[in-house]
Structures are given as C-alpha cells and as structure tokens.
C-alpha cells in the first residue's frame, strides 16, 4: 500500500504562519509531483501549490508570495510553508502525490485543517 501522512495543521492567528508536513510511505517506486490542494466549507477544492520532482513550482495566484512549497526526496516528504496568513486560508488542506507504485498512480492524503483566525 501506499499512504501519505499529513502534519502541521491547527490554529493560527491572522499574520501568523504555519508549516505542513507530508510523508509518503509504502511501496512506492518512485514519486513524481507532489502538491497541496485546499478545501474550504461550500467550496470546491483547489490547488494551492505544486512542485515536480526536480524541483519546478507552481502557485495559486491567492496564495503567490506568501506560500512556499518544498520538497526532501529522500525523505519522500513535501513541504508547505505558509505565511502571511489570513482567514480565507483557512480550510482542510490535502497532500496529493503521483507515485509510481504497484497499488495505483495518484494518492491522496487524509486532510490536516488549517484555521487562520482574525
């Protein structure tokens, strides 16, 4: 199998900053890009970041210059670090990695909240 474990979520206060963790595991081959997707009550979710495995970025406009998103290859991890928060950040952020395994190719992660209170 293969699993995604998400940390660094919580509370937050408006101009704070929060950095998420997120640790693939399992049997995997190797792991392709990796990103950060959102979700936020009554909305659909959204990519917040993404980054390739050597390194290439990409950022929502929202999020441009506040976020930065980070990858440890060798520790199969993906970074988010956020700053600058406000309280439309706030949501369930969700780590997503194409993984080359023997159990599929894209994987999901369980969801860590991020409340950014003002």
């Known amino acids: 199998q293969v699993q995604l474990v998400e940390s660094g979520g919580g509370l937050v206060q408006a101009g704070g900053s929060a950095r998420l963790s997120c640790a693939a595991s399992?049997?995997?081959?190797?792991?392709?890009?990796m990103g950060w997707y959102r979700q936020a009550p009554g909305k659909q979710r959204e990519l917040v970041a993404s980054?390739?495995?050597?390194?290439?970025?990409n950022y929502a406009d929202s999020v441009k210059g506040r976020f930065a998103i980070s990858r440890d290859n060798a520790k199969n991890t993906v970074y988010l670090q956020m700053n600058s928060l406000k309280p439309e950040d706030t949501a369930v952020y969700y780590c997503?990695?194409?993984?080359?395994?023997?159990?599929?190719?894209?994987?999901w992660g369980q969801g860590t909240q991020v409340t950014v209170s003002s």
């Open positions: 399992g049997s995997i081959f190797s792991i392709h890009a």
């Open positions: 997503n990695a194409d993984i080359w395994s023997s159990y599929g190719y894209n994987f």
């Open positions: 980054i390739t495995r050597d390194g290439s970025t």
